[in-house]
């Protein structure tokens, strides 16, 4: 049935020539013609395909590009290696893999076909949900990590070390692996032979409306509610110790190291909670739309927002940490190759 109509088209010659080449030119195409069952290729405006390619190209390099500056900066200058810098070097790499995979997103999301196989088709989904979900695992880790320092900071010293950091974060890494296989295997994404109402050339994963919202609420709704608790608190501790610190300058004290050490750690902890609201902000409505609105266009657009916070937290940093605007020169400029920069005082003014 799919070649009837193409041949049909060859047999119509002399004047009826261009009305054969636009009959043909609006025939269906398919993503695998020989194959039976394959899906239907949608067809775009090609203005449309370089805009959307142009940005979604530039949108990889941004996001790649400013977060390997993060990942070297934290990795080379010892002055950064803190536990707090040690999560923001954890959600750097997620957030740099998750800009190397937006090209190949973006393929999914335009093109409609699928050409990588079902196997590829089911690593990838299975990489994008771990990526995804370990995002959200350093968010989490980042709010415990602030609300130890502010409302616990006589015993932050002793607790949160940079070997225990880097103990819960693999921890955080391997629990999410393991939840994301299980689920995946467990809804069959791996497995196509039964996909009967799926054609071939799709890249999807099929789950049931139950799973979705267990899946919802264990990897989004409850980590979600756990950061927003422990960030109330944070902000209200802060608010205390700030009113506390401008009454004593105000009166002409003298403020202690420890004041002045407890306010840097509020700044940290605002600083850190924009990244949660940024991803949150870009989160939140992609979930809603999925949940309530069948329009596939509105969910390609929102998850490319959720793929952009990625390239936003960099900017984060480059307003509120003085330190990465100076490791980022030095890197930029190749200062890094000089020896004994890694020693560098980047705390240091000018």
């Not at 740099?96 to 409609?112: D, N, S, V, Y």
Request: with cysteine; net charge positive.
């Amino acid at each position: 049935m799919k070649g009837q109509k193409g041949e049909q088209n060859k047999l119509l010659t002399g004047g009826d020539s261009l009305m054969a080449y636009e009959t043909e030119d609006q025939e269906t195409q398919y993503c695998f013609p020989a194959i039976n069952s394959s899906c239907v290729k949608e067809r775009s405006a090609s203005h449309g395909y370089i805009i959307i390619y142009v940005f979604v190209s530039l949108l990889s390099a941004w996001t790649v590009f400013l977060n390997l500056l993060v990942i070297i900066s934290i990795s080379h200058f010892k002055k950064l290696h803190t536990p707090t810098n040690m999560i923001i070097l954890s959600l750097a790499v997620n957030d740099l893999f998750i800009g190397l995979i937006i090209p190949i997103e973006a393929i999914r999301q335009i093109e409609t076909c699928w050409y990588f196989g079902d196997t590829f088709c089911g690593l990838y989904l299975l990489f994008v949900s771990l990526l995804l979900a370990a995002s959200l695992g350093n968010l989490v880790i980042i709010a415990v990590d602030r609300y130890v320092a502010v409302c616990h900071p006589l015993l932050y010293p002793q607790k949160i070390t940079i070997t225990n950091m880097l103990k819960s974060i693999c921890l955080s890494w391997v629990c999410f692996s393991a939840y994301c296989i299980t689920f995946i295997i467990n809804n069959g994404s791996f497995d196509t032979s039964h996909r009967t109402d799926v054609c071939y050339g799709q890249c999807l994963m099929i789950i049931s409306f139950s799973c979705l919202i267990i899946d919802l609420f264990m990897s989004f709704i409850f980590p979600c509610l756990l950061i927003i608790t422990l960030y109330l608190r944070i902000f209200y501790v802060v608010h205390q110790q700030v009113k506390v610190i401008n009454s004593l300058m105000k009166a002409g004290k003298c403020v202690t190291e420890g004041s002045v050490k407890r306010k840097s750690e509020s700044k940290a902890a605002l600083t850190l909670g924009i990244i949660v609201s940024v991803f949150l902000l870009c989160w939140i409505p992609y979930y809603i739309c999925s949940l309530t609105v069948n329009s596939y266009t509105a969910i390609n657009v929102l998850i490319f927002g959720v793929h952009a916070s990625s390239g936003l937290n960099p900017l984060v940093y480059a307003l509120f940490y003085p330190w990465f605007k100076k490791t980022a020169k030095l890197i930029l400029t190749l200062k890094i190759f000089q020896p004994a920069s890694s020693l560098i005082n980047i705390f240091l003014q000018d």
